[in-house]
Structure formats: structure tokens, C-alpha cells
């Protein structure tokens, strides 16, 4: 019977969400709208009654049209492109959140409100609709424009600010000993998850990719990519995690594999179906008798919203060192609320910080926005021109002295001269984040074996399992931050005491920071297991046990971290180099059947580094032929035979399949010469 109820919902729901729709291309208006109206008609709020008998369903399958918006969107926008837009992107959402919370409180303050619900409002304010931005986007096709890559990384930094507020909120209700304490753990637990899911989704989604790609069937392929794609959005729920962060980093990771096109192509269909669902279900939470009874209320939300939002928007852009025309632009598309302003104002009102008609209040101005946002955004250009004619000169020569003085000048030193110390700084969160996971998922097992009957031995064989798996990690820590501490007393010295450079002993001072560090996380991994080993294990047993199997396995552990290197190159390489969505149309254009592709990251120890393909006569050797060098964000097509290739290079190469196997053969050989009879060698290298 439930069944069949679903079924009479979904047939409901999708026959006047066409009729809409059908009226609304007549008038040509945009489909959001249509999709918006079908359900506030639906809804269980519109007399005389709901056409809708199980909300509760629709509203968790409409989660599915969430999902695939914002894997579409990672698809769409790439970790390269996250990454160009991360400081500045990072800067506008500051500003912007600043500005909101800065409106809120004085909006609070007006309406008679608490500091807490004052602040949560100007939350509220301050978090763009993801969802509702990406639909329009691509509606309208200009994802692939500047600002809309500028709106999009703006975008997931108000995702992860809207994390943190969420968290904060619970935090409150939790009576947590501070909002500042609050917001403090919440950034930080947003940062590890970010970090950790990123890095082990660059490890293992690529190769997971590749081994399903060989089949070379697209259904294949797309069904893989469905269950990272919910697997994404399980892990981040499983944190407490937005969804839409999860689906989202999955997005951008399958994005760094030549796949993407064609899993983008596979998925549309299914976003579409269920954007749909999402949406309706969106207006069916619409209750016109509340909104009727607070008006004053919306309207003040509404007016804050797209004044509020466009003021800071263009602020903060020009601030980040955006062209006024694309400030304003940005400005403008941020000037709306979605789903994470209602789901703040559900939390604020189940904690007592706001009255509970705020919610209903908060649906129905976001609905407006999202009416309005459509139209807004397709005369965007009339609205910029008008806002910069009416802009006093004297702000726009204000605006362009300043980023002339700031920005370009910084953009120059990065690519000039990138700064080894943010590397070293990079390497150094990334393991330090992978050996927290790895406690962490130590722990997690360690409770799962509590019940079992031989749980001492079960402990002590974990942890010991545990420590030899951190160990190639902690050695890598240790090695970085003693090249952090060696620059920075080099530079010390040099700058503070010209005359006693010649009395630092640059190996003494790494050897033994390497030690001390080695020594500490060692302690620390030992003292973090006790609190887990049963009362019965004798822990100076443990400690000398796992010492002595160090000692024996030292140079296992050395080139297991060798190993780990490598495998940071490839992410750091994956992470850093755009999608080459040309390279997969040679590939689909050029191959016939026989033929096949392949691809190769130069590693910083590579022997094909700073030799010219003439040199390697790679061809010659393999009988594939390199068609395209992909460097620092550029396409090589056809490089000629005196190209030199240098190290991050991703060199692409095509042949047929016996061809590209021995080309893969060759390669590897290069990348990984043999190694040195000293292994420790290396450590004293920078």
C-alpha cells in the first residue's frame, strides 16, 4: 500500500510539475520557477487540501536531486580550480560572512532580539543557496564563465562556513562552554575531513577509475561513479557533514581523471530527474497563512538578502582583486538564500535562539529569492553596466590603483618564485592528517573488538599493526618539519647575524630536530595507545616490542616512506593539474579500436626531468608518441622534439595498447631508478 501511494505521489508530482513547466516555457520563464510553483500547488499548505500523501518520502528521495547537483558542480569545477580561486574565493566569503553577521546584528538589534539570535540571523543572511546557484548556472550555460567560477568557489567556502555555524548552533544548544570554543572545534574538524577525504579520494578514485575503464563500457563507468557519488555523501553524513560537501569533493576528484566527461555526460539525464523532485519538494515547505501573518518580517529578510548580499558580494570582491565588471557580477549572484538559511533558522528555533516563525519566514524569502535570482542573473550585464555608470569614477580609480598595487604583484612572486615553505608546510598537514585518520580508524576498530573474548591479544596486535603503518608517516613529519625549522633558522641567521652563519651547523641542527621529532610523535603514538590496550597488557612489553620491531624494520620503513612520497607527488599532482577535457576528445576522436591512451606524472626524482624528448626517443623505444605536455595549468599540443620536459610535467601518450604498455614499462623504469645503498643519504638532502 505504501508503494502504491509513492507511486500516486511521484505521478502527482511530475504531471504538474510538466503543466507548469509547459506554461512556463510558453512564457519563457525559467524552469526553477516552474519547478517551484508546482509545489507550493502540491504542497500540504495550499487549500483546500495536499495532492501529496507521504511528504516524508518525497522529501528523502528529493535528497537524490541534492546529490547529483553538486557531484555535477565538483565535475564541473574541478580541485584545480578551487585551488586558483582558494585565496581569493576564501577572502570574499570572509568578507561576505563578516558582513552578513555585521547586518544581522543590527537587524537583530532592531527587532528587539538576544545577541545569539541576532548572530544566527546575520547566519542566515550570510549562506548562499548552492543548490540554487548551480541550477541556475547551468540552465542558463555559463559555468564555464569567469565569474562563474569566481561564484562557485565562493560558494563551497559558504558551504563549509555553513558547517561551522550549524555546528556552533549545536554547540549552543549542547550549553558548550563558548561560541568562540564552538566555532573553533568546528573549523578544525571541517579542515581534517576535508583534508582527509581529498587525499585518500586522490589515492584510490583513480585507480579504482582506471581498473573500471578497461572494460570501455560507458554503463560501467557511469554505475562506478554513482556509488562513489553516494559513497561521498555517506561519508559526510556519517560526520555530520553536509551532503552536499561530500557529493560535491567526490565531484571534484572524479573531475581529475579523464573520465569525467564521459561520466558527466551519463549523469546529466539523472540530474535533471531528480533536481526536479529536489525543487518541488523545496515549495512544498511554502505555508502561505505564515507567510501572510509575518510579511513584515519577509520582506526585511528579502530586502537584507539582495541589498545586503550585493553590497558585501561587490565589496569583498574587489577587496579579493577582481575586476570591478567581474566584482559586480559576483556581487549580484550571490544575492540570494537556499537551503542551508532554512535548515539554520529549523536548528535556531529547535534551540530557543530565534521565535519559531522565523523558519516559515525564512522558507518563504528564500523562495522569493530564488524567483528573483533567475531573472537577475539573466540581465546581468544591463545591471552591471547601470550599477558602474552610476559608480563615482574616483572608486573605480581607487579600485583599480589597489589592485594594481596588491594583487598582481603577489600573482608575479607566485608564479616566479613559488615559496618551498608552503610545500613543506602542505606535505606536512597532509600527513599529519592521514595519521590522525589512521588513530582514529584504530580506535574505531579497537571498540569494535571490545566484546570479543581474546581482546587482549586483539589489542596489542592492532596497535602494534598501527604503529609500524604511522611509523613511514612520522618519519615523513619529521623530516619536514626539520626542514621548516632548518629554513627558518637559516634565514634567522642570515637576516638577524650575518657574522654567525659560519658557526650554524646546518647538519647538527637538522639531525637533531629529525631525532627530537621522531622521538616525540614516537611518545605520543605510545602514550595515545595505552588509553586503548586492556589493563592486563604490560605497556613497557608493548613499548619494547614495537621498538625493537622498528629497529629490525628500519629500512622496510624508510622505503615505505620513500613509497609514500611518491604517492604524494601523484595526489599533489592530481590535486594541482586542471582536467585536460581536450586530451579525452584526441582520445575519442583519433583511437580506433586497436588504439589506446596513456598518462604519466614527472616526479620531482624523475630521470625524465630536464631532458628533451629527442633525448628520450620515446617513441623509438615504445612506439607511442607523446601528444600533449599538460604544465602549470597549460596544454602542450604536438610538442616538438627539443621540448625539455620538467618536473610535475603530465605527459600524454598514444599508441595502441601493446605500445602504451611498453611506453607505462619504460616510464616507471625512469620514475623509479635503482635505489642508493645509503638510504640515509637523503635525509640530509633539502
Not at 332 to 343: D, H, R, T, V
Not at 502 to 531: M, Q
Not at 556 to 585: K, R, V
Not at 659 to 679: I, S
Amino acid at each position: 500500500m505504501h508503494t502504491s501511494f509513492l507511486l500516486k505521489d511521484l505521478a502527482v508530482i511530475m504531471t504538474i510539475a510538466a503543466g507548469v513547466m509547459y506554461i512556463c516555457f510558453r512564457l519563457r520563464q525559467p524552469a526553477i520557477i516552474g519547478y517551484l510553483l508546482a509545489g507550493l500547488i502540491i504542497g500540504p499548505h495550499t487549500p483546500p487540501f495536499s495532492l501529496v500523501s507521504d511528504t516524508e518520502s518525497i522529501r528523502s528521495i528529493s535528497e537524490l536531486g541534492l546529490v547529483f547537483l553538486m557531484f555535477s558542480l565538483g565535475l564541473e569545477f574541478s580541485l584545480p580550480r578551487l585551488r586558483k580561486a582558494g585565496l581569493q574565493a576564501a577572502m570574499t566569503a570572509a568578507v561576505v560572512v563578516g558582513g552578513m553577521l555585521l547586518t544581522g546584528l543590527v537587524a537583530g538589534e532592531f527587532l528587539g532580539w538576544t545577541l545569539p539570535g541576532s548572530l544566527l540571523l546575520g547566519g542566515i543572511l550570510a549562506i548562499s543557496g548552492s543548490t540554487i546557484i548551480a541550477k541556475v548556472f547551468f540552465d542558463l550555460h555559463i559555468t564555464q564563465e569567469p565569474f562563474a567560477r569566481a561564484v562557485f568557489g565562493l560558494m563551497i567556502c559558504d558551504d563549509v562556513a555553513a558547517m561551522i555555524m550549524l555546528s556552533v548552533v549545536s554547540g549552543f544548544t549542547a550549553q558548550s562552554a563558548s561560541i568562540a570554543a564552538a566555532t573553533s572545534l568546528a573549523l578544525i574538524k571541517i579542515t581534517f575531513f576535508i583534508l582527509l577525504f581529498l587525499t585518500l579520494g586522490l589515492l584510490f578514485v583513480p585507480r579504482i577509475l582506471d581498473k573500471i575503464a578497461a572494460f570501455k563500457n560507458t554503463e560501467l563507468t557511469g554505475i562506478a561513479a554513482l556509488g562513489l557519488c553516494f559513497a561521498g555523501a555517506y561519508t559526510a553524513a556519517s560526520f555530520n557533514f553536509s551532503i552536499a560537501l561530500g557529493t560535491f569533493l567526490m565531484g571534484a576528484i572524479v573531475a581529475a581523471t579523464p573520465y569525467s566527461e564521459e561520466i558527466e555526460k551519463w549523469t546529466a539525464p539523472l540530474r535533471d530527474m531528480f533536481s526536479a523532485l529536489f525543487f518541488v519538494s523545496a515549495g512544498m515547505l511554502v505555508d502561505p497563512r505564515s507567510v501572510a501573518e509575518h510579511w513584515p518580517a519577509m520582506l526585511l529578510i528579502l530586502v537584507l538578502v539582495i541589498a545586503g548580499r550585493a553590497f558585501w558580494g561587490i565589496t569583498a570582491s574587489l577587496l579579493a582583486g577582481h575586476e570591478p565588471r567581474m566584482s559586480v557580477k559576483i556581487g549580484l549572484s550571490s544575492a540570494q538564500i537556499g537551503e542551508f538559511s532554512f535548515i539554520l533558522a529549523a536548528a535556531g528555533a529547535a534551540a530557543g535562539i530565534v521565535p519559531d516563525w522565523l523558519y516559515g519566514t525564512t522558507v518563504a524569502s528564500a523562495m522569493l529569492t530564488i524567483f528573483i535570482f533567475p531573472y537577475l542573473m539573466r540581465n546581468l550585464d544591463l545591471m552591471e553596466n547601470t550599477l558602474l555608470s552610476k559608480t563615482p569614477k574616483v572608486l573605480l580609480e581607487l579600485a583599480a590603483k589597489y589592485r594594481a598595487a596588491v594583487w598582481p604583484h603577489a600573482a608575479r612572486q607566485t608564479a616566479e618564485r613559488p615559496p618551498i615553505f608552503s610545500k613543506y608546510l602542505l606535505r606536512l598537514v597532509v600527513y599529519v592528517t592521514v595519521a590522525t585518520g589512521l588513530l582514529y580508524a584504530a580506535g574505531s576498530v579497537s571498540v569494535f573488538i571490545a566484546f570479543t573474548d581474546n581482546r587482549q591479544t586483539f589489542d596489542s596486535g592492532l596497535w602494534l599493526l598501527t604503529g609500524l603503518a604511522l611509523m613511514p608517516l612520522f618519519l615523513a613529519v619529521a623530516r619536514y618539519i626539520s626542514h621548516i625549522i632548518l629554513l627558518t633558522g637559516t634565514i634567522a641567521v642570515t637576516r638577524l647575524a650575518p657574522r654567525a652563519g659560519s658557526a650554524f651547523n646546518v647538519k647538527a641542527v637538522y639531525t637533531a630536530s629529525n631525532i627530537f621529532c621522531l622521538a616525540l610523535l614516537g611518545a605520543a603514538f605510545l602514550t595515545h595507545a595505552a588509553t586503548w590496550l586492556e589493563e592486563g597488557t604490560p605497556f613497557f612489553i608493548f613499548t619494547g616490542v614495537f621498538l625493537i620491531i622498528c629497529l629490525l624494520m628500519r629500512r622496510q620503513l624508510l622505503a615505505m616512506m620513500d613509497y609514500a612520497e611518491q604517492l604524494l607527488d601523484q595526489i599533489i599532482g592530481l590535486a594541482t593539474s586542471e582536467p585536460t577535457h581536450q586530451i579525452t576528445a584526441v582520445r575519442e576522436s583519433k583511437n580506433p579500436d586497436d588504439s589506446a591512451t596513456t598518462r604519466w606524472l614527472v616526479g620531482k626524482r624523475s630521470r625524465l626531468a630536464d631532458k628533451t624528448l629527442r633525448e628520450l626517443e620515446i617513441r623509438r623505444k615504445t612506439g607511442a608518441g607523446i601528444i600533449a605536455i599538460y604544465r602549470a595549468g597549460t596544454n602542450i599540443f604536438n610538442p616538438v622534439p627539443d621540448t625539455k620536459l620538467q618536473s610535475g610535467d603530465i605527459i600524454f601518450l598514444f599508441g595502441s595498447q601493446q605500445q602504451c604498455d611498453r611506453a607505462d614499462l619504460f616510464l616507471e623504469r625512469c620514475e623509479n631508478p635503482p635505489r642508493r645503498r645509503k638510504l640515509a643519504a637523503d635525509e640530509n638532502s633539502l
